[in-house]
């Protein structure tokens, strides 16, 4: 009974960490790389900081010649 507790705790935790980082903007990391290994397989994985990097120029509009923030 203690390990399933502890696995369904575990996973609560999970899932209240994805949707935080989903409501301030933060895709999910490990949800792309499955993505990338189950529908394109023949692509590469960008790393996490690759990632991270291409979500924020693409929430921000970085390098399209302006600037999509919040302010």
């Known amino acids: 009974m203690t ?3 502890t696995t369904r ?5 999970d899932l209240v ?3 935080a980082r989903l409501m301030v903007g933060v895709p ?4 792309y790389v499955t993505h990338r290994q189950t529908q394109h397989p023949d692509q590469p994985v960008m790393s996490y900081q690759e990632f991270f990097r291409e979500r924020q120029d693409a929430r921000y509009a970085v ?3 302006r ?3 919040c302010c």
């Open 9 to 13: 705790a575990r996973l609560v935790c």
């Open 17 to 19: 960490t994805q949707t």
């Open 67 to 69: 600037f999509r923030g």
């Open 63 to 65: 390098g399209k010649g």
């Open 28 to 31: 999910d990391y490990q949800t």
């Open 3 to 5: 390990e399933t507790f």
